[in-house]
């Protein structure tokens, strides 16, 4: 009896211990801090807001390149899985960062969806996560597909000067997701 209690108690333990690793959040921020001395001291880090692993701090944002082919819907909702949305761009210098983080190593940049459609009004860009539409780097072959009523969303990196284009929505392409920190 007495042995049967004390292997049930020693079970819940493992059982705990096994589960740790699953919410891992507090310990690997423990470890990249050298150990729990460190925990009470700001770190000069620690100003900076900080992206979770794979992601590259721009401004206030983390953006991701995510290389794997969905429609722009698909996307979204997977940028929204993760916290964010598909990315947004308000400058000349954010766009060429988000087009860098494309870049596959080959000096190769895919056509890639980023956050903006026109399917509540044609010509009428909204981004999904909300934001200002306070910059534009259309193509020129955008004047000819504007009008095209079965291309709603934009996709970047088209043509040799990798600029915007919209494109159907249901094509699949990478994709970049950007969330607040
Ligand atoms: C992980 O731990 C934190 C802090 O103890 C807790 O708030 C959170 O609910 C835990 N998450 C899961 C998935 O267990
Ligand atoms: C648009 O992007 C091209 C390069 O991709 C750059 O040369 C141009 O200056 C950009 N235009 C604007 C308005 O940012
Ligand atoms: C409109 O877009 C579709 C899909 O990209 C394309 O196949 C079609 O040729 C375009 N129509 C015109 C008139 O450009
Ligand atoms: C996208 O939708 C159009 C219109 O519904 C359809 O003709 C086309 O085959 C679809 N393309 C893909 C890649 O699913």
Redesign the pocket.
Known sequence: MKALSVSLVLGFFLTLSRAAP??S??PMKMMMMGGDQDMDKPHPMDMKPYCPYGWTLYEHECFIFINSYKTWIEAEYYCMFVGGNLASVHSYEQNHFLQSLTEDGTNSFPLTWIGANDAVYMTAWLWSDGSKCDYQNWSRSYQMSQKNETERCLQTNYGLLKKWINAPCNKSLPFICGKMM
């Open positions: 699953l919410n959040t507090y």
